[in-house]
């Protein structure tokens, strides 16, 4: 459970949120988000250059599935959506200025759509900065290549 009031205190801050600085997002949840929205799971780059309500565009695509990390102004919530009409959302972050303030994504407590109805909570549902995992960054190291995550 998250503390009461972890915009007081930033370093704890940090592991609540996402700063915008990370040109890659990851989507991810064990639960029923995954089930029910598994084309919103997954990598999302930011669109250098892109900003939807003053807030960066982060953008994932596989194969025909297009989806998008964008800030709506009219209900003050991030969301994953199929596109930036706005009008609907597949995924919804919690609402919260601070984050805004802060220039960073809430990292806990998104819900996601079952389809018509109330939103559904998954605690197991978020986002996160682009990690490398150790074996893919032994395989670039081994072959030479360089490998830069931020």
């Avoid at 991030?78 to 919260?96: F, I, K």
Wanted: hydrophobic share 30%; proline share 6%; net charge negative.
């Amino acid at each position: 459970m998250c503390p009461t009031n972890i915009f007081s205190n930033p370093p704890s801050f940090f592991l609540f949120s996402v700063s915008y600085l990370h040109h890659t997002l990851v989507v991810s949840s064990s639960g029923g988000a995954a089930k029910d929205q598994p084309s919103s799971m997954g990598r999302y780059y930011k669109i250098e250059g892109k900003l939807q309500n003053e807030q960066p565009v982060w953008k994932k695509e596989e194969g025909t599935t297009i989806r998008y990390i964008y800030f709506i102004e009219a209900i003050n919530k991030w969301v994953v959506d199929t596109d930036l009409n706005e009008d609907e959302s597949c995924l919804q972050g919690p609402s919260d200025d601070a984050y805004l303030k802060l220039k960073a994504i809430p990292r806990f407590g998104w819900k996601y759509s079952e389809g018509p109805g109330p939103w559904a909570t998954d605690d197991t549902l978020t986002i996160s900065e682009n990690t490398v995992d150790l074996d893919t960054l032994n395989k670039g190291m081994a072959s030479g290549k360089r490998i830069i995550t931020y």
